[in-house]
Structure formats: C-alpha cells, structure tokens
C-alpha cells in the first residue's frame, strides 16, 4: 500500500507544490520513504528528489522548483528492501518515462530472468523498477515498429501489454516529456482518483490515490479511474481515457476498514458510512451470539484510530437494546499523534517495539471496568497485545475484543506486506478463535464474519477479501513472454 500523486498544468505554473500537499495528505498510506519527479520544459531537465521518512520532511526544501508536471510517491514496503534507493518514482533514461505505483506486482522474477537473458538487469529492490522496465520496453518496441506514430498511441498500445502480461495489482501514474499518464490494472485492486481545479488558461489536473488529497488541494474530484483503464493528459490538458482490459471488479474491502483515510470516499461512498455500518454489523452480530454480556460492558473503547467510526457506532447500537441503561463511549487509549502506522513497520521487532512506545493507557478511567475493545481488525496481533496487557496491568476487569474486519487467515499479494502465513495470528492458530483468544489474554474474541461483512457493509459489491477468503485473485507468472521479442536487424 502506497500513496501516489501526478499534476500536470496548462499554463506552465509549477506543480511541485501540488505535488507536495497531495502526499502530505497521503502519508497514512506510506510514512517510510518519499520520492518527488518534475519535469521542465524551459530548462529541459529531469529533477527527481527521493528520501527516507515522511513526505512533508523530504519536500519542504525544495521550494519552488520549476515544473508543469511530475509525480510524487509516499511508500510502504510490500515488494524487496528498503532504503532510498528503492523508493519511488523510478525514471528510464532511455525511453523518457517516469513511474510510480501503488501495489504489488507478483512476477517480478519472471521479469529480473528475462532481462538477465538479454543482458539486463533490475538495479532495485522495489517492483515499480520491474514494472517501468516492461513499460519502457514495450514503449521502445513499439516506436521501432512504428516511428511515425504519435506518442500516446505508442504509449496506450505498451500499457496494453502490460495489463496482459504484468501480473499482481497496480495503480500508476507514469510521464514523459509529452503528457501525464495513469493506468489501473485489469480488477482495479488499489483506488486511484482523478480531479481538476482552476479556470481555461491555468488549469491543473490531479491524479491520486485517495479523494482527499485532491479535495485539501482544492481539486474537484471528477470520476474514480476505471479499473482495466489507461488515460493520457497533455499540456493543454486534452484528456483520452480507453479501457483497455477490465476483468470483473475486485478492490481491496481492507482499504474501506484500515487503509484509507477516513475523510476519503471509495466506491461511491465516504470511508466513514463504510467503518459505521461495519461497527453497527459487529453490535449485530454480538447481540445474537453472545446477548448476555452486552449488559456487562462498562466501556466500549476504540484503538486508535481507524475503527473510531465503527466503534461509536457499535457502541450506539447496544445503547438501543439496553432498555435506557447507559453504555459509556470512551477512549483511554491513546496512540502517540507522530507515531506511524505500526502495521507498516518491517520487522516484527520494529512493531513490537512500536506499539510498546505508542500506545498509553488512562488508569484510572479503566480501572475495574468490563471493557469491550473495538479494533480495525486483528492481524499480527501486536497490537491488540500490547494493549490488552496494558489495560490489565491497569486493573480492568474483563475484557471483549472485537473486530470490524473478518478474521485474516492468508497472505496478500495484491500491495500488503504479509507475504507469509506465519505471520498471522489467525493463520498460526487454523483460524481457531478460541485458540487466538487464549492468546490475546480476552475474555471474549468477536471477528466479523465474511459473510456479514459482504452483505452489511459492502452491500453487495464487489471487492477483494482474499486475506480473509483465502481465495486470491492475482497470478504468479505470466505464461507467456512478459518482455517484447528483440528487434533483429
């Protein structure tokens, strides 16, 4: 999961500041590496700036640096290693091509073997590099066969191989000296948004990951890019957009209940509608299983801060049922507000440590109260043990825990880093709630289940639950050739 950012402008004004804000407000989805690219028409230069750390820290110095249009990444690591030279975008010198993504592209060996076998190789960890070298290629292959044709052709006909022949989940922005570029892959796992702002003569166009960094940037958001689809901008801001291959939708459900910012809006509605209705499902669900210890809670308590909207709403639905017996809403737990996103740390000892620093408990608004614990979802578990020893040690009674998000039972190979079962709470124990309940130290284990899931919160739609279906969607390998054919002169 990563942030990803392009602006380009019709009236040559700078974009780096457009740039900047829009991954400043897109840094929940990627706090440990930044990278910013702005193209120069005057000076006809390429200025790419990459650091380790929050968006806003690597940004900030650079000013008001020339440029109508560029890319900017904010990145979590779900693919190779860190450091900067693994952060985004990445930049072919040869094609004039500039990328960046969000995602996960699962045949990255395929692509480093047959490169080596025609004497290239990756000279990154990061597979956004994997993915530009497909597109370069094809792009060069393409204008051999063909020179004379316009370069948004040339381009849409590469992204169309690539929808073919790269496999995984991958939401892209991609430039060149010409135009800006954006392409979904073919379910359209990760979001990815496009907006406008300004009047004829000094418009700007903004293609993002979330509608939030297009709204704070003063953007109105225009449509959600299809998934299967490619669009080019040029500097006039003449737009085409062809849906090039488009297989049934499936978007990551988990972006509803964890990822995304809870002022963005995806498939159609606010981040926020979608963590209430799964709260409510959760209060629903408690309510049939398990009716005698909703008058027993004292506290319904958040951790912070994603599941906050679904845990007012559960608490508010067994409010209703108690026959006018208040049920307290309270929040002493509290997460460092510069503490990052523990899930995104990259080592387990990163993450222990984390949550051991972030997290504080109020002792005395918790002691010897039955408390019920409302959380995003359960996947390593280092948070949720952490902080059910820390309200122990404060003297709380009992304690219920549950989760708007099913129990995660498999790996995800479409842009999270839980590329092993051993990993998983849930995996480790066979998917036994009795089993991870006994090793959480709680009293009660409610996951919301699929099912309801699917029907009460999504409505019905389509998305992708693999983590917690077990049923991914996503190829390993190509069969075929991923690289074009070489040219034989």
Not at 85 to 97: E, L, T
Not at 352 to 367: N, P
Request: with cysteine; hydrophobic share 40%; charged share 25%.
């Amino acid at each position: 999961m990563c942030g990803i950012v392009g602006v380009i402008s019709e009236s040559g004004e700078p974009v780096v500041k457009d740039l900047a804000n829009g991954s400043h407000f897109l840094q929940h989805r990627g706090p440990a590496y930044a990278g910013l690219l702005v193209l120069d028409p005057v000076t006809r230069r390429v200025r790419l700036e990459k650091g380790e750390g929050l968006a806003d820290d690597i940004f900030k110095p650079l000013g008001a640096i020339p440029g109508d249009l560029g890319l900017a990444h904010t990145r979590y690591k779900t693919h190779g290693g860190g450091g900067v030279n693994n952060a985004q975008p990445f930049y072919d010198a040869f094609s004039g091509i500039a990328l960046a993504h969000n995602g996960h592209i699962t045949n990255v060996l395929q692509i480093a073997r047959e490169l080596q076998e025609r004497g290239q190789e990756l000279g990154a960890e990061c597979d956004a590099e994997a993915l530009l070298r497909v597109l370069a290629l094809w792009f060069c292959h393409f204008r051999e066969e063909d020179p004379g044709a316009a370069e948004r052709e040339l381009m849409f006909r590469a992204i169309a191989e690539v929808q073919e022949r790269v496999t995984g989940a991958f939401s892209t922005v991609a430039a060149t000296p010409n135009a800006l570029y954006a392409f979904r892959d073919a379910a359209g796992f990760r979001p990815m948004v496009r907006g406008s702002k300004g009047a004829a003569g000094r418009r700007k166009l903004m293609i993002a990951s979330e509608t939030i960094a297009l709204e704070q940037n003063g953007y109105d958001v225009d449509e959600e890019v299809p998934r299967g689809a490619a669009l080019c901008v040029d500097r006039g801001l003449e737009l085409e957009e062809r849906v090039l291959k488009q297989l049934s939708p499936h978007p990551c459900a988990f972006e509803l209940i964890y990822f995304a910012d809870v002022e963005s809006a995806m498939l159609g509605e606010n981040i926020r509608t979608y963590r209430w209705r799964a709260g409510r499902a959760l209060a629903l669900m408690v309510l049939d299983r398990a009716p005698e210890i909703v008058s027993e809670i004292d506290l319904v308590v958040p951790i912070p801060h994603s599941p906050i909207p679904g845990a007012e709403a559960f608490a508010q639905k067994l409010e209703k049922e108690l026959d006018g017996t208040a049920l307290q809403y309270a929040t002493p737990v509290s997460k460092y507000r510069y503490g990052g996103r523990i899930f995104m740390e990259e080592t387990q000892e990163e993450r222990d440590e984390a949550a051991m620093l972030d997290f504080r408990v109020d002792e005395k608004a918790v002691e010897g109260k039955d408390i019920f614990l409302v959380d995003d979802s359960i996947v390593r578990g280092t948070n949720a043990s952490r902080i059910v020893r820390a309200l122990r040690a404060a003297g709380a009674g009992r304690i219920f825990f549950g989760t708007l998000w099913p129990m995660v039972i498999d790996s995800c190979f479409q842009g999270i880093n839980t590329p092993t079962q051993a990993e998983l709470i849930g995996a480790r124990f066979n998917g036994d709630v009795e089993e991870v309940r006994r090793e959480l130290g709680v009293d009660a284990l409610f996951y919301l289940p699929v099912d309801r899931f699917q029907e009460l919160v999504l409505k019905g739609a389509g998305a992708c639950m693999a983590c917690a279906t077990g049923r991914r969607e996503v190829k390993f390998e190509y069969s075929g050739n991923v690289l074009p054919p070489l040219t034989r002169k």
